[in-house]
């Protein structure tokens, strides 16, 4: 099996893409597809002497979609582009998934353009891990679509209980409507509608969750609009930063907190480890016909490797196609004899 990586997307790429490819790699016993500039990969690659027992393969790819490039303008204009270049990959059956920490939007697109849909999704979702009191959630949509309808959030639950499953090991994982209160009479004309519709999903519904509750472990799966969900990961992950740069400098205040630091280090690992998304590396892109894990443009070797790591799991777990018979199995029981979701 091979994974495919967009060597020339993200802040350090292409040194920390390769490096934490190939130790994802070399650890999990699959191949790489690096696409890129073949020259800039292979003085990377230099590096490590050679990539030892990692098959790897190259697609030289001309272009790079820049972080702040309009992605649907870049990716008409750009057919070289290394991320469309790394979906194609994937598309012809020569790789099982691929991995981007460049532009966002440009590896949706990407992605969409190269896979399509499963049958009965009208839009795909980024699914993303998050600590919680009780282990661990899914939350999404983390940034895919900015608007959506109510049907589309019954959608985004059912793949996130996939999700929850398959990575967290969930048999069955608890769904909850991120809103402004708890009540099914709370929220905006979405929140109200979707209630409704996920209630009647069949899925194992817990009924609204508001922002404060979204750590306390209530719900495996949260789902809202991608506005919502990236407005509520980013405030998460500026949180968690504080809050650690403020313990430490607590910490270091006095010969009598260093001291007690010393003796809590250990507990302040652990503590990093659960909170840190690295520890996830990415996020899959639910409801394409394929598999895309999308990563931070600031992604370190470790969220890299990790990324890399959750792309080859799904793909030996056949991870798009059980999403999409979660998703045929919701349609059927929504309309009889139709494949497809309904248009309202």
């Known amino acids: 099996?091979?994974?495919?990586?967009?060597?020339?997307?993200?802040?350090?790429?292409?040194?920390?893409?390769?490096?934490?490819?190939?130790?994802?790699?070399?650890?999990?016993?699959?191949?790489?597809?690096?696409?890129?500039?073949?020259?800039?990969?292979?003085?990377?690659?230099?590096?490590?002497?050679?990539?030892?027992?990692?098959?790897?393969?190259?697609?030289?790819?001309?272009?790079?979609?820049?972080?702040?490039?309009?992605?649907?303008?870049?990716?008409?204009?750009?057919?070289?582009?290394?991320?469309?270049?790394?979906?194609?990959?994937?598309?012809?059956?020569?790789?099982?998934?691929?991995?981007?920490?460049?532009n966002t939007g440009a590896a949706l697109l990407a992605a969409h353009a190269a896979f399509g849909l499963l049958s009965g999704v009208e839009r795909p979702a980024l699914a993303t891990a998050i600590p919680t009191r009780r282990g661990s959630a899914v939350l999404l949509d983390a940034g895919a679509n900015v608007e959506c309808r109510p049907r589309h959030l019954v959608q985004f639950a059912a793949m996130g209980c996939v999700y929850a499953r398959l990575s967290l090991g969930v048999s069955r994982p608890r769904v909850g409507l991120l809103s402004i209160g708890e009540e099914a009479t709370k929220g905006n004309e979405l929140t109200r509608d979707a209630h409704r519709r996920l209630r009647d999903s069949g899925l194992d519904f817990i009924g609204n969750i508001e922002a404060r509750d979204i750590f306390s472990g209530q719900a495996d799966v949260i789902v809202c609009d991608g506005f919502t969900g990236n407005v509520a990961l980013k405030v998460s992950e500026g949180l968690v930063e504080m809050v650690e740069a403020l313990l430490r400098d607590e910490l270091n205040r006095t010969f009598t907190t260093r001291f007690g630091f010393l003796l809590s280090s250990r507990a302040f690992r652990r503590f990093r480890r659960r909170v840190d998304y690295s520890e996830v590396g990415g996020a899959p892109l639910l409801g394409v016909a394929g598999l895309c894990v999308v990563g931070h443009g600031c992604s370190s070797v470790k969220a890299v490797r990790n990324a890399v790591v959750l792309a080859y799991r799904f793909a030996n777990q056949r991870f798009v196609e059980r999403v999409a018979g979660e998703i045929a199995a919701l349609s059927g029981a929504a309309r009889p004899g139709s494949v497809k979701g309904s248009s309202g």
Do not use: C, W, Y
């Open 1 to 102: 099996m091979h994974i495919a990586i967009d060597a020339a997307g993200g802040d350090f790429a292409p040194r920390n893409i390769i490096d934490g490819a190939l130790v994802a790699a070399r650890h999990g016993g699959f191949g790489l597809t690096l696409v890129g500039h073949r020259p800039a990969i292979e003085a990377e690659l230099a590096r490590h002497g050679d990539a030892g027992p990692v098959d790897v393969r190259f697609v030289d790819a001309a272009d790079v979609v820049g972080v702040a490039e309009p992605p649907a303008a870049a990716i008409r204009r750009k057919p070289q582009a290394s991320v469309r270049q790394a979906a194609e990959v994937v598309a012809r059956g020569d790789a099982a998934a691929f991995f981007s920490a460049g």
